[in-house]
């Protein structure tokens, strides 16, 4: 694969199988929606293969972190908790970003989603809501749902399963 399928459910199959560095190497500008700081500080580590340079954003990136990012690369790769995508989302806006328009939203380990919902209900409610406005949006994961407990907000979207 050389892209992520968009506007789906995707199940990579297996975990630590590269879905996030093909995300992060594809073309384009990309926000990787994470659900732990840990997760994003690894991912964060440069790789050889990387094309890009990743930012992670979460509560220990100050704001003028993420300008300076935004303000000196030309094609943006973030990482980003949670709980961190409507302050992100904000700043970028502010930089004059259609985040909407302009960025692939992957919203990786997607099945963190069901399984936290009942204890972090208002940020993950806040996350869906904001991601059903991306152009292009994919909810990634290797840990599949059965169809019966996918989330509400994302019973909708096609499945995209890799062999």
């Given at each position: 694969?050389?892209?992520?399928?968009?506007?789906?459910?995707?199940?990579?199959?297996?975990?630590?199988?590269g879905?996030?560095?093909?995300?992060i190497?594809?073309?384009?500008?990309?926000?990787?929606?994470v659900?732990?700081?840990?997760?994003?500080?690894?991912k964060?580590?440069?790789?050889?293969?990387?094309?890009?340079?990743?930012?992670?954003v979460?509560?220990?990136?100050?704001?003028?972190?993420?300008?300076?990012?935004?303000?000196?690369?030309?094609?943006?790769?973030?990482?980003?908790?949670?709980?961190?995508?409507?302050?992100l989302?904000?700043?970028?806006?502010?930089?004059?970003?259609?985040?909407?328009?302009?960025?692939?939203?992957?919203?990786?380990?997607?099945?963190?989603?069901?399984?936290?919902?009942?204890?972090?209900h208002?940020?993950?409610?806040?996350?869906?809501?904001?991601?059903?406005?991306?152009?292009?949006v994919?909810?990634?994961?290797?840990?599949?749902?059965?169809?019966?407990?996918i989330?509400?907000?994302?019973k909708?979207?096609?499945?995209?399963?890799?062999?």
């Amino acid at each position: 694969m050389t892209e992520i399928p968009v506007n789906c459910l995707f199940n990579k199959g297996k975990t630590g199988c590269g879905g996030t560095e093909l995300a992060i190497n594809q073309k384009g500008h990309t926000i990787i929606a994470v659900p732990f700081v840990n997760l994003a500080k690894n991912k964060e580590i440069t790789n050889e293969r990387r094309q890009y340079e990743v930012l992670a954003v979460h509560g220990e990136v100050g704001n003028d972190d993420i300008i300076d990012y935004a303000n000196s690369h030309e094609t943006l790769k973030i990482l980003v908790v949670y709980d961190s995508l409507p302050r992100l989302i904000n700043i970028l806006s502010e930089l004059g970003y259609n985040v909407y328009r302009d960025f692939f939203l992957l919203v990786d380990e997607y099945h963190i989603l069901f399984n936290h919902y009942s204890f972090r209900h208002k940020p993950i409610k806040r996350l869906l809501g904001l991601a059903k406005n991306f152009d292009r949006v994919t909810y990634m994961s290797a840990t599949p749902i059965e169809r019966e407990f996918i989330l509400e907000e994302l019973k909708d979207l096609p499945t995209v399963i890799v062999n």
